[in-house]
């Protein structure tokens, strides 16, 4: 599961395709959620950096 921070910080930083995933992934069902963790893990990871270097 993805951390809010890493999705809030999605949201503040990412472009239109990042802000727009952040939103999608607060929205999906479980299932829908791993599917996407799997499809783009190494947004989730790069945001995830970025959302521990804010704290």
């Known amino acids: 599961m993805i951390k809010q921070a ?9 472009g239109l395709f990042v802000q727009t ?3 999608l992934y607060g929205v999906a069902d479980e ?3 791993q599917i996407l963790e799997k499809g783009f ?14 704290n």
């Open 31 to 33: 299932h829908n959620a």
């Open 6 to 14: 890493t999705l809030d910080a999605m949201s503040h930083y990412g």
């Open 41 to 54: 893990n190494e947004i989730f990871e790069q945001y995830k950096k970025i959302a521990e270097q804010e």
């Open 21 to 23: 995933l952040a939103e």
